[in-house]
């Protein structure tokens, strides 16, 4: 069964500064890995989507790679705000779809 | 901008009663998923439903859970009898298909079984 982990669990950093959040997957039998935010008691918002044969998705000041034969995949978040403070989940898409625990992020003012 | 729709957002019940948990996807999006996410816990995938009927589903989906379409609009999510351990926030979410295209989320539904 697959197996998506998520380090770290959590995460505090200074506005403006860039920072990496990490996911690793069990079963490299994917079709895509997406990247989620969740933001306290609301729903999830996709971030990016990298197809199992690609390497890496740009949105704006996010940047999400993936290494499929390792298992792993990055959130790269450049000059992070307050506003990115937030909930982040990785999920992979196999036959069924399984999310990783998530890194909460805060970025302090 | 289109968006996923789920009514109620709060939903309270006894144990062993029925609950029907109702979404509205985006129009225009083929594939419908079911998703929990127990307080504290992972969210875990539920149901995905495509041309009617139900396309993958996992585990946790046993018979006490049903998916329907019932019109063009609405896909519902039935729990038979509720049990406490059914408190969880229940997403729904649609995407154009299965595989390419990035799955949009509701605001969820927090079922409270009691």
């Known amino acids: 069964k697959q197996e998506v982990t998520q380090i770290p669990a959590a995460l505090s950093v200074p506005e403006g500064e860039n920072l990496v959040l990490n996911c690793s997957f069990t079963?490299?039998?994917?079709?895509?890995l997406q990247w989620f935010r969740q933001d306290p008691g609301k729903g999830l918002t996709s971030l990016l989507l990298i197809q199992s044969s690609q390497r890496e998705q740009t949105s704006g000041r996010l940047n999400a790679s993936l290494d499929k034969s390792s298992g792993r995949s990055t959130l790269y978040i450049a000059a992070s705000q307050p506003g990115d403070s937030a909930t982040y989940l990785c999920a992979v898409q196999g036959n069924q779809f399984y999310f990783g625990t998530g890194t909460s992020l805060t970025v302090i003012p | 901008e289109p968006e996923v729709t789920q009514t109620p957002s709060h939903q309270v019940t006894q144990m062993g009663q029925e609950v029907i948990l109702r979404c509205v996807p985006i129009s225009n999006h083929l594939y419908f998923y079911w998703y929990r996410q127990i307080l504290g816990q992972k969210v875990e995938f539920l149901v995905s439903f495509y041309n009617n009927e139900i396309s993958e589903k996992s585990e946790i989906f046993d018979d006490q859970f049903s998916v329907e379409r019932p019109d063009g609009s609405n896909f519902t999510l039935k729990i038979r009898s509720t049990k406490l351990e059914d408190s969880a926030m229940y997403f729904c979410a649609s995407s154009v298909v299965l595989a390419k295209n990035i799955q949009y989320f509701g605001a969820g539904t927090r079922l409270s079984v009691l």
């Open positions: 079963d490299s039998a994917i079709y895509n």
